[in-house]
Nanobody
Framework: QVQLVESGGGSVQSGGSLRLSCAAS?????MGWFRQAPGKEREGVAA????????YYADSVKGRFTISQDNAKHAVYLQMNSLKPEDTAMYYCAAATSPPPLSDRLSRQGYDYWGQGTQVTVSS
């Protein structure tokens, strides 16, 4: 069983930045960040292939968010810049122990383990 622990959420004004962290209890080949706003579906934000560092982003965050990793710590990070009110959501870290199909790398079905979530609130 993989344990995921997120940290780094908080409240920020529009245009501000936050950095989310996720520590995994063991190596997972793919890790990602998802978010869910009230009344909306959980959506993929960013993902990374731990083996080669290849990254994937949702169109809504390209150029503003950056996913990175620290292999020694089994950790991934999400640097969020130029935050907008529409980025407000609960953010979840996710991990996969086998590579998800390309079409699922930003989809819920591609991941086996989930963290508890960390709230991000962006005010205008």
């Amino acid at each position: 069983q993989v344990q995921l622990v997120e940290s780094g959420g908080g409240s920020v004004q529009s245009g501000g930045s936050l950095r989310l962290s996720c520590a995994a209890s063991q190596y997972c080949t793919y890790m990602g960040w998802f978010r869910q706003a009230p009344g909306k579906e959980r959506e993929g934000v960013a993902a990374i292939w731990r083996g080669g560092g290849v990254t994937y982003y949702a169109d809504s965050v390209k150029g503003r968010f950056t996913i990175s990793q620290d292999n020694a710590k089994h950790a991934v990070y999400l640097q969020m810049n130029s935050l907008k009110p529409e980025d407000t959501a609960m953010y979840y870290c996710a991990a996969a122990t086998s590579p998800p199909p390309l079409s699922d790398r930003l989809s819920r079905q591609g991941y086996d383990y989930w963290g508890q979530g960390t709230q991000v609130t962006v005010s205008s």
